[in-house]
């Protein structure tokens, strides 16, 4: 059991038979009344946030998170597959659980999925990715003014704000959560 007092950001606990993450929290002391915590919460099976004041006294069960290593195989159009690297078994998930990571993830790269009772809520990309640019505009001669940028499209779909320099064929790394360009590779 964990105590509301004891909330930190990112910790994940059971509430309302629901699985919630702490995304921020504020502990209150009024000059006048008991104290409280006040935080923002997501549910990690379904993506929702709210806002919910506590007392610190307050008890909760804390909930096991389980994180493992994959490897993105294809999608057949409805469904994405992942192999366990120490078992080989394949995970097929839908659209909704993968959908923010795939715009960094190709087949054969690896990724975290997280899993609470053995269902898998979360599909993680690595922190930084290297990929090909598919397209882009060239950059105009001259037009060098500071931090300058354009967009450009890589081999998984999503498009990057990237410099001016960049053009169709080079490789870049990108902060997957941040979305950045980080450098040409």
């Known amino acids: ?3 509301a ?3 930190r950001k990112g910790l994940t606990f059971e509430m309302d038979g629901d699985v919630y993450q702490i995304i921020d929290f504020q502990h209150v002391k009024p000059g006048k009344g008991a104290a409280f ?3 923002k919460i997501k549910s990690v099976m ?3 946030t709210k806002e919910v ?3 610190p006294s307050e008890k909760f069960e804390k909930a096991l998170i389980e994180t493992k ?6 999608n057949d159009g409805e469904l994405y597959y992942f192999m366990d690297l120490e078992t080989y078994e394949q995970l097929p998930l839908n659209k909704e659980a993968v959908e923010e990571a795939m715009v ?3 087949e054969n790269d690896n990724a975290t999925i997280r899993f609470y009772k053995g269902k898998a809520f979360e599909v993680l990309p690595p922190n930084f990715v290297e990929l ?3 397209s882009t505009e060239p950059g105009v001669k001259g037009d060098t003014a500071s931090g300058a940028t354009k967009p450009a499209t890589v081999e998984t779909g999503a498009t990057i704000n990237v410099p001016l320099f960049i053009n169709i064929g080079d490789r870049i790394k990108i902060d997957t959560r941040t979305g950045d360009y980080l450098s040409r590779v």
Do not use: P
């Not at 290593?69 to 294809?74: I, N, P, S």
């Open 46 to 48: 379904t993506g929702g």
């Open 53 to 55: 004041t506590f007392n």
């Open 5 to 7: 007092s004891d909330f």
């Open 132 to 134: 090909l640019i598919t």
């Open 69 to 74: 290593e994959m490897q993105y195989l294809y």
């Open 1 to 3: 059991m964990i105590s």
């Open 104 to 106: 960094y993830i190709k």
């Open 37 to 39: 915590v006040r935080t």
